[in-house]
């Protein structure tokens, strides 16, 4: 691969943090850079030994050494970080600020940024350095998997995992979102309306029905409906296409806000519909969310 780099030293190296003289704890712990279940981990010198080496008996981990001046950095860390979810726990890639932990670079020899170094086993067994196209990353990857399927064994068991969640997938939820995919969202609609149809209380295919809805009405808003409802506050039809609008924008808190006012101001009929407007808004995004849990207290407010 271009850009690859002598790994002589680097064995070496690794052999003595296997034996437990690798970088000295410094304090402070590992950040994810994705979530709780993320396989993209930013690993510290403190945190060597445990995300770096000991993981590596299990799967390879890709260490990318990078550092914030270094701009082919910024091009190829995106890529690794993308094909590090795509794979499911194959590998792992831990992140490595060069800058604020210097003993790792210095571990490795490392001469230049950004280098990539797949280690397995406690040792580096692939490198490269410079950026690369994602195709060609794409290859090494697979080819540092395909010698350590049978030395790691967590390899397979990512493998196995993710056949059997591919498996288990509901081929309903498959086709509507294949459609949705497409644009199709009078079909991928009508997909998850049938489910519903069979299965009234299928929260998967509720959520997903208001997020289809949702993103059709979102492509035909007029961005102008906001400034038309701005001058008729009374006119509920003016007030609903331009919350759909703002929401459009991602101007949430607008959004929410000017359906709060909307039920403030009306009563019956007009009130009930504006409200469960909003509601449907609400649903569109995930539990816990302070926008959500925010608007929700102000049209409590508003209707009490």
């Known amino acids: 691969m271009a850009g690859a780099v002598d790994l002589s ?34 690993v510290t010198e403190a945190t ?3 995300e770096v080496v000991e993981r590596s008996m299990q799967v390879p981990v890709v260490v990318d050494l990078w550092a914030d001046w270094c701009q082919p950095c910024k091009q190829l860390s995106p890529i690794l970080e993308r094909l590090a979810q795509q794979d499911g ?28 170094i797949a280690v397995a086993g406690g040792q580096p067994v692939e490198a490269f350095a410079g950026a690369q196209p994602e195709a060609q990353i794409r290859q090494w990857l697979d080819s540092v998997l395909d010698a350590q399927r049978d030395q790691l064994p967590g390899i397979r068991a990512a493998e196995q995992a993710a056949g059997e969640q591919e498996e288990a997938e509901d081929p309903r939820f498959t086709a509507a979102e294949e459609a949705l995919e497409r644009g199709d969202y ?35 808003a007029d961005p102008s409906a906001i400034e038309r409802a701005d001058t008729a506050p009374d006119d509920v039809d003016a007030q609903l ?25 009306t009563s019956g009929d007009e009130r009930n519909r504006v409200r469960e407007h909003l509601i449907e808004m609400f649903e569109l995004f995930p539990e816990g969310d302070q926008r959500v849990a925010t608007a929700r207290r102000n049209l409590a407010s508003a209707l009490f």
């Open 89 to 116: 726990g194959r590998w792992v890639l831990a992140k490595i600020d060069v800058d604020a932990n210097q003993r790792i670079p210095q571990l490795f020899g490392v001469q230049s940024l950004p280098t990539v």
């Open 48 to 50: 060597f030994q445990s």
């Open 186 to 220: 009078s079909t991928a609609e009508a997909a998850y309306r049938k489910i519903l149809d069979a299965e009234p209380n299928n929260e998967q295919a509720k959520a997903a029905l208001a997020q289809v809805q949702f993103t059709a009405r979102a492509e035909n």
């Open 241 to 265: 296409a331009a919350s759909e609008a703002e929401l459009a924008a991602q101007q949430v808190e607008s959004a929410f806000d000017r359906l709060v006012r909307t039920v403030k101001r």
């Open 9 to 42: 030293a680097l064995k070496n190296r690794a052999e003595a943090s296997r034996s437990g003289t690798g970088p000295p704890a410094s304090g402070g712990g590992d950040r994810s850079s994705g979530g709780a279940n993320s396989w993209v981990v930013d």
